[in-house]
Nanobody, 119 residues
């Protein structure tokens, strides 16, 4: 059974930093893409950043230059380094992993971790 375990959320003041981690376990074959989404109260879930198995990255315009996504393929772990945090970054952050076995592709979600940026 595939599990995604997230960590690293919390409270931080504007301008501060946090680092999120998401470790995937139970995936025997391969992972294609790993990413982070977020959902603020009253808003739809949105893509923050993702990274392919080859290391290609993509970011939401709102976080470019402030957030950095990276992954450790040996550990099946994805990270999100968040710098210069703003109150509008406050949301629940979800890890998302696209993986596959010999039969079909799958998408799994983490349980979410709260990030709160307050003055």
């Amino acid at each position: 059974q595939v599990q995604l375990v997230e960590s690293g959320g919390g409270l931080v003041q504007p301008g501060g930093s946090l680092r999120l981690s998401c470790a995937a376990s139970g995936i025997i074959f391969g992972i294609r893409r790993m990413g982070w989404y977020r959902q603020a109260p009253g808003k739809e879930r949105e893509l923050v950043a993702d990274i392919t198995s080859g290391g290609s990255t993509a970011y939401a315009d709102s976080v470019k230059g402030r957030f950095t996504i990276s992954r450790d393929n040996a550990k099946n772990t994805v990270y999100l380094q968040m710098n210069s945090l703003k109150p509008e970054d406050t949301a629940v952050y979800y890890c998302n992993v696209s993986w596959y076995d010999p039969y079909r592709p799958y998408v799994s979600w983490g349980q979410g971790t709260q990030v709160t940026v307050f003055s």
